[in-house]
């Protein structure tokens, strides 16, 4: 069948090539081949790929990006939960069966941005624009480090080779390997500026990202170099490998203040989805999940064994309250049912409004007059932020003995999380609730966020703070600390878990966590189902990847 496929190929191949030499050169100047590869400037593939970053939407496939599986990912971290009892991620569930659910980043890495940012390096090689060679680099390099930090294991020498319909997967330790030699490049691209660099045009193809501010992607990559050292401080080797030195000297080279956190932005110039954020309510997305248990307790100064009785003035901003103008969240895997009462589950006035603060308690949808900190159509979504890039100094020190260090650089994340808020998300706040410097001062002086001296701070206050700075938008990132301390991990200084009161659904008495768990917690993502499950099979069942507690397989990078 084949070799009758390409016999009868060949000879449809010389009558055509004869019939193109018997026409005309107007029609071939009106009918361009359009399998022809056409060059085309780098330029006009740049945004595209901008917006794979959080939700990327095309002809050819939409909705992949880290907005898309920050929703269900959120509900294993407990920043989240659905309004359903018994929800399957509220569980810890992995998703089954033939759904790409949770499949947001796989697609957005070898599809959105895939063989876009191929023809970036290649073209703008060509072209000699060397500053979108330099971005498309830093683009592959964060998609590598999300990639295997959420599936573990996945397709990266054979990635984009075009005559292979199944593909092998290779290690994690190989992406992040590939993860540091691609920042570097990234590097040396950004810092050329000979050639066609025109910061004009990058500006217009990066108008909603980085605005063609090198700096800012120099401080990108830094960045994610920083995360990809930060990433391994589970290792036995962290400090003997330099992996803790390495971490803080990125971190110290990437955003140090708040002009210089990384934004995704939306233009909003009409109700189509590609103009506006997948978390704002004209996309209507997060309608039927609420704000988890643990997040509200943490801030409303009601976790029994972190920042107890401290009232943490940023829940107005982050947070959505009640009816009772105080902060509850679900339990993920019970849903609103602790929230509802009688036969017909009446909402009491302890349930959490939405995320776009609808007076009617159990509404799905929302208005953007009412929405507030990354909930709204058009308000920035952070990727990277000063903030976190402290705490990143502060975990590194605080593991290599240098806690003073450690104490000053948990001090000031706090305090950038605090201006960020006030700076660009200073926004349908209720009156008398805005942040003042007198309130930013009264939590920050409190002993029981920040220690008096270095040798009384914690791997709890630097954890914890920053599973509450990155609440939100760094979902990934926070799942990824969460399983390196494997969710429920005692900090020697306290005898606590760090992240303290946090509870995994429990199995006894009553069992919440999915059975095909078969008793353990979730530490990876499968392969997004439309390629790999259909296409891919025997590196899968390699893998290990049928079973159905694949979900449960422990990454690399949190191991020992």
């Not at 190929?9 to 107007?26: A, D, P």
């Not at 509850?328 to 409004?353: I, R």
């Not at 776009?356 to 308690?361: D, L, S, V």
Request: hydrophobic share 35%; with cysteine; charged share 15%.
């Amino acid at each position: 069948m084949q070799n009758k496929f390409l016999t009868s190929s060949l000879f449809l191949g010389i009558l055509c090539l004869f019939s193109v030499i018997s026409c005309s050169k107007k029609i071939d100047d009106a009918y361009l081949n359009p399998n022809a590869p056409v060059i085309v400037d780098v330029e006009a593939i740049l945004p595209g790929v901008i917006g794979s970053f959080t939700a990327f939407n095309s002809a050819a496939g939409t909705n992949y990006g880290v907005q898309i599986d920050d929703i269900l990912l959120g509900r294993y971290i407990q920043y989240w939960g659905s309004t359903t009892n018994g929800e399957n991620y509220g569980g810890m569930g992995g998703t089954m069966p033939a759904s790409d659910n949770t499949g947001g980043i796989w697609a957005a890495a070898y599809y959105g941005h895939g063989q876009n940012v191929n023809r970036i390096i290649e073209w703008g090689i060509l072209q000699e624009k060397w500053d979108f060679v330099g971005v498309a680099h830093a683009v592959r390099a964060w998609d590598w480090l999300e990639l295997t930090n959420q599936y573990g294991e996945a397709i990266l020498k054979e990635a984009f080779n075009t005559n292979l319909s199944q593909f092998h997967y290779d290690t994690q330790p190989e992406f992040y390997d590939s993860c540091r030699v691609i920042c570097h490049r990234a590097l040396s691209y950004l810092n050329r500026t000979d050639g066609n660099v025109n910061p004009t045009n990058l500006a217009k193809s990066d108008e909603y990202f980085n605005k063609g501010n090198l700096d800012k992607w120099k401080k990108f990559v830094y960045g994610i170099l920083a995360r990809s050292y930060i990433d391994l401080s589970n290792k036995s080797n962290f400090i003997s490998s330099g992996f803790a030195d390495s971490a803080i000297k990125y971190a110290d080279l990437s955003c140090k203040t708040n002009a210089d956190n990384i934004l995704a932005t939306f233009s909003g110039l009409n109700s189509s989805n590609g103009f506006n954020s997948y978390f704002g309510p004209t996309r209507s997305n997060i309608g039927t999940i609420r704000q988890g248990s643990y997040i509200a307790n943490l801030m409303s100064g009601t976790n029994d064994n972190a920042f107890k009785g401290v009232s943490d003035p940023r829940a107005w901003y982050m947070l959505s309250e009640n009816a009772n103008g105080t902060f509850k969240g679900v339990t993920p895997w019970l849903g609103v049912t602790e929230y509802t009462t009688g036969a017909n589950n009446t909402p009491t006035t302890n349930y959490p409004k939405n995320f776009w603060r609808h007076p009617t308690q159990a509404s799905t949808t929302g208005t953007n007059d009412s929405a507030r900190y990354v909930y709204g159509n058009t308000t920035p979504w952070p990727m990277m932020t000063a903030s976190e890039m402290q705490f990143t100094i502060a975990e590194a020190a605080y593991r290599k003995g240098d806690k003073t260090t450690a104490l000053a650089a948990y001090t000031n994340a706090i305090s950038l999380n605090f201006d960020m808020l006030t700076t660009t998300y200073e926004f349908k706040i209720p009156a008398g609730r805005s942040i003042t410097p007198a309130s930013k001062a009264a939590y920050m002086s409190s002993l029981a966020v920040v220690p008096p001296n270095s040798t009384e701070l914690t791997m709890t206050h630097i954890m914890l703070q920053k599973y509450i700075a990155l609440y939100g938008w760094g979902t990934h990132q926070t799942w990824t600390d969460m399983r390196k301390f494997h969710y429920t991990a005692i900090d020697p200084a306290t005898g606590k878990q760090v992240y303290a009161d946090f509870t995994p659904p429990p199995t006894s008495p009553i069992n919440y966590l999915v059975t095909t768990n078969n008793g353990k917690w979730v530490y990876r993502c499968r392969p997004r189902y439309n390629s790999e499950y259909l296409y891919n099979i025997p590196e899968l069942t390699r893998l290990g990847a049928l079973n159905n507690d694949y979900n449960t397989y422990e990454c690399w990078f949190s191991m020992p």
